[in-house]
């Protein structure tokens, strides 16, 4: 009879906590998806927008007790005080917002938030029209706004698009406050360029989709007046090189493609070629017209990390990214390198000054300090349209600090809040400074 008693009490206390959950899932779901036109308006003294996305849709090993999919934006003025947030019960793709001027674009599956200080409005997005959306920012993220044809752009990778199929897709989600439309690249792209000389999109393949590196491949975009949209051409263009080239990253502007290339020299011992010590950083420049080619030596004796690369990782803009027909590349020697072209190269020192800090897309994560002092491994790198480099650190006695990089190498603190996340399977996705 005991027996009988506690097992009835157990059973009673797991359906109370079940209904309990039941509960507050549908309260979240129900509070989160009433959202007005006027929950998105910016506020006038915001000047930080921090955006958090769980990973609860797209990671299996997360456990469904109390993981709601959600994606949630917080607003912060300039002493770091939080002036409000708003939660969508949907996880962001790809780029979580584009700027254009004062108006900021959230991308959803079904739905486009466009907010401003004054006004907001929503747009139906296509994305939610795809069967299935694959694997969730399994590669670079890449967004910008083209003014004089007034439409954003955000690409993302859907991984295996079909059932039993090895086929990789990007899209490219274009869209403005009256209109929103889809390209599906079928390659898992490297990268992407927009050429305005030529009002054409380029999508440059990854080279493990071939088994040489001998020719440059691209696809192209062009702008259509008529429809007032981009225009896949589907057709696989190559252009053989003058020698093999292990492209890293390929920036195409007035019809001329700069791959970036880290090589081991020749003049390297052999004791250096197989511990990959050196390298040297080589601007390959080929014209997509007559096919010429050159090469500059940019970097010699640039000393490799210690994961045998001479990369940075950790930030969706590491170690590459292109920004308004201008390619940032984050060495591993603290320096960033902004190529225009052959003749326009910039170069800032960048030093690791964040040692002890956690990893920024996980926060409440507390074993992983990064020591590395040669990896921006925890750190959020934000460009924005005018060149301005932020980095967002978060630090165990639970602050969060945005700094700007500076000319001379210095950095700025432009703001400090404290974390304001609570559940460990919520992540940082992005950040951006509100002039």
């Avoid at 949907?90 to 486009?112: D, P």
């Avoid at 201008?326 to 603290?334: A, H, M, R, S």
Wanted: net charge negative; with cysteine.
């Amino acid at each position: 009879m005991k027996k009988s008693k506690k097992i009835i009490i157990a059973v009673s206390i797991i359906c109370i906590l079940i209904i309990c959950l039941i509960i507050l899932f549908l309260y979240n779901k129900k509070s989160s998806e009433n959202i007005s036109e006027t929950d998105i308006i910016i506020p006038e003294e915001t000047k930080l927008i921090l955006n958090c996305v769980s990973r609860v849709d797209l990671n299996p090993v997360v456990p469904v007790s109390f993981a709601t999919p959600c994606s949630i934006y917080y607003y912060y003025d300039q002493e770091g005080n939080l002036l409000k947030s708003w939660q969508k019960n949907e996880e962001i793709l790809g780029s979580s917002f584009v700027k254009n001027g004062e108006n900021l674009f959230y991308l959803f599956r079904n739905q486009i938030f466009i907010a401003n200080k004054n006004s907001s409005k929503t747009s139906k997005n296509p994305l939610g029209e795809l069967e299935k959306l694959g694997e969730y920012n399994n590669g670079f993220i890449q967004s910008g706004f083209i003014k004089d044809k007034n439409i954003g752009y955000s690409c993302m990778n859907l991984g295996t698009y079909i059932e039993g199929s090895n086929d990789y897709y990007f899209i490219i989600n274009f869209f403005n406050d009256e209109k929103n439309y889809n390209i599906k690249v079928p390659y898992h792209l490297q990268n992407i360029s927009y050429d305005a000389e030529r009002e054409t999109f380029v999508f440059v393949p990854s080279d493990s989709e071939f088994e040489d590196c001998s020719h440059f491949r691209y696809l192209e975009a062009k702008y259509n007046k008529e429809k007032d949209e981009f225009v896949l051409d589907d057709t696989l263009k190559s252009v053989e090189l003058a020698r093999e080239i292990m492209s890293w990253y390929a920036m195409v502007k007035n019809n001329t493609a700069y791959i970036l290339e880290i090589k081991v020299p020749d003049s390297c011992t052999e004791e250096e070629k197989r511990n990959w010590t050196y390298s040297e950083i080589v601007l390959c420049i080929v014209n997509l017209e007559n096919y010429e080619f050159d090469e500059l030596t940019i970097k010699k004796k640039y000393k490799n990390a210690s994961n045998g690369f001479g990369i940075v990782t950790g930030s969706p803009q590491t170690p590459f990214s292109e920004v308004d027909g201008k390619l940032y590349f984050f060495t591993v020697d603290n320096e960033v390198w902004i190529i225009e072209d052959e003749n326009n190269i910039e170069v800032k020192k960048m030093p690791y000054l964040f040692k002890g800090s956690l990893d920024a897309t996980n926060p409440l994560y507390m074993e992983y300090v990064n020591e590395d002092e040669c990896n921006f491994m925890n750190t959020l790198l934000r460009i924005e349209k005018n060149g301005d480099i932020y980095l967002l650190n978060v630090y165990p006695d639970g602050f969060l600090v945005v700094r700007k990089l500076l000319d001379d190498g210095e950095y700025e603190e432009i703001i400090r809040i404290k974390n304001p996340l609570k559940r460990d399977d919520i992540s940082i996705n992005n950040f951006t400074i509100i002039e």
